[in-house]
DNA sequence: CAAGGTAGTATCCTATAGGAAACTACTTCC
DNA sequence: GGAAGTAGTTTCCTATAGGATACTACCTTG
């Protein structure tokens, strides 16, 4: 009896892996849940508003975590017509369908910590 | 008027990106989510199984990524008392309680491939 | 005209994530 | 006894993610 793959390697689960990379790809490095997650929240912020907001990031990573998810279409930058110029951060239609995941994320998030200081069953 | 926060600086929004990062921490590096995805679907999975369910990945990440997981008690390694040893990986029930997560990952990643490829709506 | 706000860029530097390949150690099959 | 399977470990190397800092450029306010 030829060994056969453990899992499936129907065309469900190759697409399965294939999705959680995707997404991966586009949400990758260390601060564009927290930006999106933010964003989420403040609905529209200004980049300074978003430097305040996302703890520790810099400026030269915020600038290049925007400019990543405007590219993916997750958010929309628009420059606004004022004395001093502002820009305006926003989630687009598109991005508002990754609230679903970022909640899940938080969520589970909350629960961990609790698992660990909550209750120490280890 | 000063000038204040323009999100919200109450508690629950810093809760919120203290999550954010607590999963982000936990589940952190390029293959967890598929370790963790591909014993979702696959119960019980030996350590040569998941290197080839695993697109990609190579025999030491795999054992560190593994050692992570079991530390957070998201795994289980259970060594078989087999002829020659086996040993069987699997979730723990906290580790179950990624699913939601990892599906929901999934499922924004196959639709953002349908966005893609599906309709040039560009 | 200096200070402070807006929104970034540019430069330099380093820690580390992660890949490739070789190696251990034990067992069973042919 | 060599090949092939189990489950890893070790070493070496490099690309890059990301931090710190300084800088541009424009406008407003005192």
Redesign the interface.
């Known amino acids: 009896m030829k060994k056969k793959?453990?899992?499936?390697n129907t065309p469900v689960?190759q697409?399965?892996?294939?999705?959680?990379?995707?997404?991966?790809s586009?949400l990758s490095g260390?601060w564009k849940?927290?930006i999106l997650?933010?964003l989420i929240?403040?609905n529209k912020?200004?980049f300074m508003?978003l430097l305040?907001?996302?703890?520790g990031i810099g400026t030269k990573m915020l600038s290049k975590e925007l400019q990543d998810l405007e590219m993916n279409h997750l958010i929309n930058r628009n420059v606004m017509n004022t004395k001093p110029i502002t820009v305006e951060y926003s989630l687009t239609e598109?991005g508002k369908?990754?609230a679903?995941?970022?909640d899940?994320?938080?969520?589970?998030?909350?629960?961990?910590?609790q698992?660990i200081y909550g209750l120490e069953r280890d």
């Open positions: 793959a453990v899992v499936n689960c697409v399965r892996m294939q999705a959680i990379s995707d997404t991966m586009v260390k849940f927290h997650g933010t929240e403040g912020l200004g508003d305040r907001e996302v703890n598109y369908t990754l679903p995941l970022i899940e994320l938080a969520k589970w998030g909350v629960q961990y910590r698992s």
